[in-house]
């Protein structure tokens, strides 16, 4: 009986942690018909240490898409937001448009990805938002790479500022989740175009 309760309270756990993502903006503009989705980057409640992705440090991740319609044509981009807790003002910044992260996959590849947000050069943290593609890269390459990252799990960061690298290793506990942030982005996105 007592081993029951175990494997039932178990089983509840991974249901609440397989359930996790979800969305902390799903807007439409109707006037210009532009779009912006993104997935929390806690668990829920409180931005909690746990919630960190890395080993050592504190690294929160999120994942979203925009798109606007500068003219006749919708133009969408897929990205990626850090929040960063580093303490150490000898990293210098991050700048938008020249600072990079590089995804290190589980199968060996890799994916980098320049910085799209306003510079942040706080000496405690960093907030930023990365598109999934280099910085001369093009849409196509840029929906290849949200595909992969539908299907392969992310096993390491590298944060590249005007300063140095940080090098992280992913928590392999973070590594299903971190893909279910991709999949829900898909999933709410192609749910609005039926």
Do not use: W
Request: charged fraction near 25%.
């Amino acid at each position: 009986m007592k081993m029951n309760l175990i494997a039932l309270t178990c089983l509840i756990f991974l249901g609440i942690s397989a359930t996790a993502q979800s969305l902390a903006e799903n807007r439409t503009d109707t006037a210009t018909g532009g779009r912006i989705i993104r997935t929390n980057n806690n668990s829920g409640g409180d931005l909690t240490l746990d919630d960190s992705v890395v080993k050592d440090g504190a690294v929160f991740f999120s994942a979203g898409y925009q798109s606007a319609k500068p003219g006749s044509k919708l133009v969408g981009m897929y990205f990626i937001e850090l929040y960063i807790i580093h303490n150490d003002n000898r990293l210098g910044c991050l700048n938008e448009y020249d600072s990079r992260i590089v995804l290190q996959l589980e199968d060996g590849t890799k994916i980098d990805c320049f910085q799209i947000s306003e510079s942040d050069c706080d000496p405690v943290t960093f907030q930023a938002g990365f598109a999934l593609m280099p910085r001369n890269g093009t849409p196509e390459t840029m929906k290849e790479n949200f595909e992969k990252l539908l299907t392969t799990n992310i096993s390491g960061l590298v944060i590249v500022t005007s300063e140095k690298k940080m090098d992280f290793k992913i928590k392999k506990s973070s590594r299903e989740a971190m893909k279910k942030h991709f999949a829900l982005i898909d999933k709410t996105l192609k749910s609005s175009a039926k």
